[in-house]
């Protein structure tokens, strides 16, 4: 090949790569990226929360956002990251120790080694439990770990750090991280958690977004009814205020009556003895 041929060959554009004939549709898509994630995502959940109920409805309204904003989570370059990241979001919320199903505690597991191990990492605080789960049960780097947190690079190793030394203190046998990720990934199997069906969490998607729709309209509805209503009983013109009244000269203003003087004690005094001992009848004078 002549350098004339070489030159026009780096100009020539690149060779577009083959698409599939038959495209998969968006629910085929969204239903193997349910397959692929979601069997492990309720075990790494449950670690991360030690509630199994908590878990399955973790994965399942993540799934559920996941489903409404399909388009954006396929061109998401993790669409499994998205998706975690959501369902660890929920799992953490603060709120669900206010609702009543999740007030006490579930049964621990029936080995003894287990119990050990989850009740220390729910002893951790939260962002150091996703930490430490994201990088020694997940597998993922320092980087990736620092971004799903939304953390600094340095930040995450501190957590990592000192979540890992919690962790030995206590089960001084897992020491090595080798070992601690094995042994979280026997924890999460050991649990027979099953997540729903993905035709399930479509139709619970799309019903949930109904709900909200309908919900916003007849908010809309009745915020504009009550704006058509003020504005049909609001005054249409400027009344100004009563002003206060004035003192009329030569009227001696209110007061209010305060003790009598002697001469008017003497008065009423005098009154009271004749009504008592006087005519019990007055008759006109010259009758």
């Not at 002549?2 to 780096?10: F, Y």
């Not at 489903?67 to 669409?79: G, L, N, S």
Request: hydrophobic share 35%; glycine share 4%; aromatic share 6%.
């Amino acid at each position: 090949m002549t350098a004339r041929q070489r030159s026009e060959d780096q100009h020539l554009p690149p060779t577009p790569e083959p698409r599939p004939e038959h495209p998969l549709t968006p629910a085929q898509a969204f239903d193997a990226l349910y397959a692929f994630c979601a069997p492990a995502l309720v075990r790494q959940t449950y670690l991360l929360t030690g509630r199994r109920e908590l878990a399955r409805e973790s994965v399942e309204r993540a799934f559920q956002v996941a489903w409404q904003r399909w388009p954006e989570v396929a061109r998401d370059r993790d669409p499994a990251g998205w998706v975690r990241a959501t369902a660890y979001d929920f799992a953490l919320s603060p709120w669900h120790r206010f609702r009543p199903r999740y007030r006490h505690p579930e049964p621990p597991p029936s080995d003894a080694s287990d119990r050990a191990l989850l009740d220390v990492l729910l002893k951790l605080p939260p962002p150091q439990r996703r930490t430490l789960l994201l990088y020694d049960g997940v597998g993922l780097d320092l980087p990736e770990t620092a971004a799903e947190t939304e953390a600094t690079t340095p930040a995450a190793a501190n957590r990592l750090l000192h979540a890992r030394a919690s962790v030995a203190d206590r089960l001084p046998g897992l020491s090595d991280p080798a070992e601690l990720h094995e042994r979280l990934a026997e924890l999460a199997s050991t649990e027979r958690l099953r997540a729903p069906k993905p035709a399930t969490v479509r139709d619970g998607s799309e019903r949930r977004a109904r709900f909200w729709t309908r919900a916003a309209i007849a908010f809309t509805v009745a915020l504009i009814g009550t704006t058509a209503l003020t504005l049909r009983t609001a005054p249409t013109q400027y009344e100004p205020p009563v002003p206060p009244g004035a003192t009329v000269r030569g009227v001696p203003p209110r007061v209010a009556p305060g003790p009598l003087s002697e001469k008017e004690l003497k008065l009423r005094a005098k009154l009271r003895e004749e009504m008592q001992n006087g005519p019990e009848r007055l008759f006109p004078a010259g009758s």
